[in-house]
């Protein structure tokens, strides 16, 4: 399984202000321009974070993602959806 | 001969800064002003700054196991109230031997010859080191955020590479390493406030 094509979106939305607007104004344009399968595309769409999560986006990644299309005062309501889900860093170190 | 003269561990976590709850944290800030003081008690001339990408500076195509900066720098990039994105003060030719030891040591080192350093290098630059440029930082970015991890005990055998590259080199200089980290271990998942 690669999920790349997410990450790089993730990453590209979180590091360039132009296509955060981007994102914001039309997210399925946006998606439109990375390699992502129909479940992908569903899951960033709908910012379906816990199905990202478990489908092993990097958290960090993940949380910026978040905060920056809906804004830093959001980060209590993305920890809210993520609250039972082991850390992959506790499950790669097992 | 250089001498590592001393050695600090700090949180970098962007929450402390923006402090979304306004919680009291002066006794926390205070914290970096008491490092920096003991950095110039120290005489120190040179600065190691251990720390991760956050999946800011390196994207999904090009993800280092180590790198150390050569050339110029300047953050820390992301927005942090109170600590300014600004230049810092950097040594180019100490850099480069650090490099040089690495690759003549069995490690790969990644190399940038000019980086903007995320808060993991720029918070402890701006805040924990003078900022009279007397203290020359090199920035060591280690896989610990983004799979693929640095292993341990390649991660161990990295620091004792560095402890002898440092004792190797001639000159007096007066090195301090910082290790930098956060404060949460679980950033960006359920347990990241616990």
Known sequence: MSYGAVEQLFYDVSTSRSRKDAFREDAGEVAGKYA???????????????????????????MGFWISVRGPQSMPDYLKRVPTLASRLEASAR | MAKIVGGYTMPHDPLLFINPQKKERDHLLAAY?????????????????????????FSPRCLPQFLIATGELHGPIDRLPGVANAPIASDPGFASYLVNYAHESGFDVSVARDLGVDHAIGVPAQLALPTDGSVQTVPVYMASGVEPYVRLQRAFDFGKMIGDAVAGMP????????????ISHWVGTGRHAG
Not at chain 2, 34 to 52: H, S
């Open chain 1, 36 to 62: 992502l399968n129909d479940t992908e595309r569903e899951m960033v769409l709908s910012m379906q974070v816990e199905k990202l999560f478990e489908y092993g986006i990097n958290p960090m990644l993940l």
């Open chain 2, 33 to 57: 002003s008491q490092i920096r003081g003991k950095v110039q008690a120290l005489g120190a001339t040179k600065a190691i700054i251990f720390g991760a990408d956050h999946y800011i500076l």
């Open chain 2, 171 to 182: 000159g007096d200089e007066r090195v301090v390493l910082i290790g930098s980290g956060g």
